[in-house]
């Protein structure tokens, strides 16, 4: 359960990511405000999480689940570069947080 919560944690990151952007360093209401909403529950989600897991492998797992979801995102509804080294990159990232995962059982 608690390595669902940062999976979860780090779908929200890439949601408060994405938001960061829209809202055009605050100028932009709605978009700051899911930008809040989204890194609230991102952080308490992970919170939650630590109370089970190794505060290590956890932080990993949820800054990476972030970072890619955030770097596909921005390629595929973003217009951003996508390039074989980009690609090759989150797919390194993502076998990374896998073995993590796998590496820290929960207490």
Not at 3 to 17: Q, R
Request: some cysteine; proline content about 3%.
């Amino acid at each position: 359960m608690a390595w669902l919560l940062v999976v979860v944690a780090g779908l929200l990151e890439t949601g408060f990511a994405i938001c960061l952007k829209l809202s055009h360093g605050f100028t932009r209401l709605w978009p700051t405000i899911a930008f809040a909403a989204f890194a609230m529950s991102s952080f308490g989600l992970l919170t939650l999480s630590l109370r089970k897991l190794d505060v290590g492998p956890a932080y990993a797992v949820w800054t990476g689940i972030g970072a890619s979801g955030t770097a596909i995102y921005g390629m595929i509804f973003l217009g951003e570069v996508a390039s074989t080294l980009k690609i090759v990159s989150i797919g390194l990232v993502i076998a990374g947080v896998i073995g993590l995962q796998l590496s820290s059982p929960a207490h």
